[in-house]
């Protein structure tokens, strides 16, 4: 097998993997997070640690952090993220988490866009380029509404997460059934 066909059937699985994380992120915000502030504390903070996981996973399929400054970048400012919400909502509550969520929303919708242009070669990027401007301008509309008189509760923070799911997914799915030219 070739190392292009092997990277497309890695970042196949990794996609399938991501969008099923994304889903049962917002099934646990659906059935937990209006309930009990702990469970929306805790909720928001594994959105980004799982980011920054996520993106350590994939660098070390493509040759490492070292050689993949973009998720290197996003892996640290996710986990600086997971931190910060954390802490902001302890202090804040959803006013202060929701911001530095949208903050690292804006952020890391500017490194999956840079991600995916620069995997644009290997097909299924234009989902994750939509991804990432999405996730951009969805972090300045969370920053925007952190800062409203009536702040949205973690519920509302499930479209956005559903939407990178979906995109993560018809990633895969781009990656699955497209029809890779034969190598000569």
Known sequence: MNSSLENRLA???????????????????????????????????????????????????????AVNPGQRL????????????????????????????????????????AVGIRRRKLGGQAFMIISGAQSALAGVIFIARSLGDTVPGVVELAPYAAFGGFYFLASA????????????
């Open 11 to 65: 970042l196949r699985q990794f996609y399938f993997l991501r969008a099923g994380a994304a889903f049962a992120w917002v099934v646990l915000v659906a059935l937990l997070a209006a309930k009990s502030p702990l469970a929306a504390g805790v909720l928001l903070f594994i959105y980004p640690a799982w980011d920054a996981l996520a993106n350590i996973i994939d660098a070390r399929r493509n040759g490492g952090l």
């Open 74 to 113: 996003n892996a640290i400012v996710s986990t600086l993220t997971a931190i910060c919400v954390t802490v902001a909502f302890v202090q804040k509550g959803n006013a202060g988490g929701l911001a530095v969520f949208g903050a690292w929303a804006l952020l890391a919708g500017l490194f999956q866009l």
């Open 173 to 184: 799915l781009w990656l699955t059934f497209r029809k890779v030219p034969a190598v000569s």
